[in-house]
Nanobody
Framework: QVQLVESGGGLVQPGGSLRLSCAVS????????IGWFRQAPGKEREGVAC????????YHADSVKDRFTISMNNAKTMVYLEMNNLKPEDAGVYYC?????????????????????WGKGTLVTVSS
């Protein structure tokens, strides 16, 4: 059974940090690119960061560059999103998603919809 399970969301003050985790089961990250996407109320879903399956190529959206970092563990069972210096505009539901042989950075492009698997999301709230 394919599962992507996000965790690590919560309430944080502006300037704070969170680390989101995506636990992957039922498919091999050797063949799937993984992306973190977020959606705030009333806004379009946005690709935040993506990591490729084979060479570990990463992409970070301009809005999060130098603040967020996507990574994968050596066992290729977890994908992380380290988020630093959080801003109120970073708030939203964060989803991880997998695409078979997904191309990075195209997978993170606006409007990209060719996703094979989605997690259920984890809520990030940035507020003082």
């Amino acid at each position: 059974q394919v599962q992507l399970v996000e965790s690590g969301g919560g309430l944080v003050q502006p300037g704070g940090s969170l680390r989101l985790s995506c636990a992957v089961s039922g498919f091999a990250l050797d063949y799937y690119a993984i992306g973190w996407f977020r959606q705030a109320p009333g806004k379009e879903r946005e690709g935040v960061a993506c990591i490729s399956n084979n060479i570990g190529k990463t992409y970070h959206a301009d809005s999060v560059k130098d603040r967020f970092t996507i990574s994968m563990n050596n066992a290729k069972t977890m994908v992380y999103l380290e988020m630093n210096n959080l801003k109120p505009e970073d708030a939203g539901v964060y989803y991880c998603a997998g695409r078979y042989w997904g191309i990075v950075p195209e997978m993170c492009a606006p409007g990209y919809s060719d996703i094979d698997y989605w997690g259920k999301g984890t809520l990030v709230t940035v507020s003082s």
